[in-house]
């Protein structure tokens, strides 16, 4: 098999699409697009952002956030919030064309529009390194990606992943096997 090195990138797939949304000091939303997190315990996920980003100072200063992962059916309006400033542009949830609620469990905004949400508690920022760590309090889900048994149908979810070296949105959705079932063929 042939290999060709590509050095030292962020190249590891998928990279979600994560939206962020967090009440800055007049309880005002604001959100931003993140690709660098993940979950990093059973209630906490952890994300690499740098502290100039206006929806950083928010967390810090309310200690709560949401996050949303992006969906197809709105990635124009993900892509824009990633691309423009919450510095420079003071409503640019209304012009990504978003609504927010208030999150149940925390003092952040849920964007509608995205069908998934982490509540979140802040628990420690980094500077140095811009690792953003937070506590997962509640997952609230628009029942509309729901199937007949209450579980996730990721047809209906149409969460889309980052392709960092291709500069493309990326659907996912197939099913290709069934976790801590397959494997038992092998496992004798």
């Known amino acids: ?3 060709k090195d590509l050095g030292a990138k ?3 797939y998928p990279q979600p699409v994560l939206i962020l949304a967090a009440y800055d000091e007049n309880n005002h939303p604001n959100c931003m697009n993140a690709a660098w997190g993940g979950i990093s315990d059973y209630n906490q996920i952890s994300i690499d952002l740098s ?3 206006k929806t950083v100072k928010n967390i810090l200063m309310t200690g709560a956030f949401t996050v949303s992962p992006g969906v197809k059916s709105q990635v124009v309006a993900c892509d824009y919030v990633g691309m423009v400033s919450g510095n ?3 409503d640019k949830i209304t012009k990504a064309g978003w609504s927010t609620s ?6 952040a905004p849920i964007i509608n529009e995205l069908p998934l949400a982490l509540e979140c508690r802040l ?3 980094d500077e140095e390194t811009g690792i953003m760590k937070g506590e997962i309090v509640n997952v609230s889900v628009d029942e509309k990606i729901l199937d007949d048994k209450g ?8 969460v889309i992943s980052f392709d960092p070296d291709n500069n493309k949105y990326i659907l996912l959705k197939e099913m290709v096997g069934n976790t801590f079932k397959d494997g038992l063929q092998l496992k004798k």
């Open 1 to 3: 098999m042939a290999r």
């Open 10 to 12: 962020n190249y590891l």
């Open 51 to 53: 502290n100039y980003h």
């Open 88 to 90: 420079d542009e003071k």
């Open 102 to 107: 208030k999150a149940s469990h925390v003092n």
């Open 123 to 125: 628990i420690s920022y």
């Open 151 to 158: 579980h996730i149908d990721m047809d209906k979810f149409g």
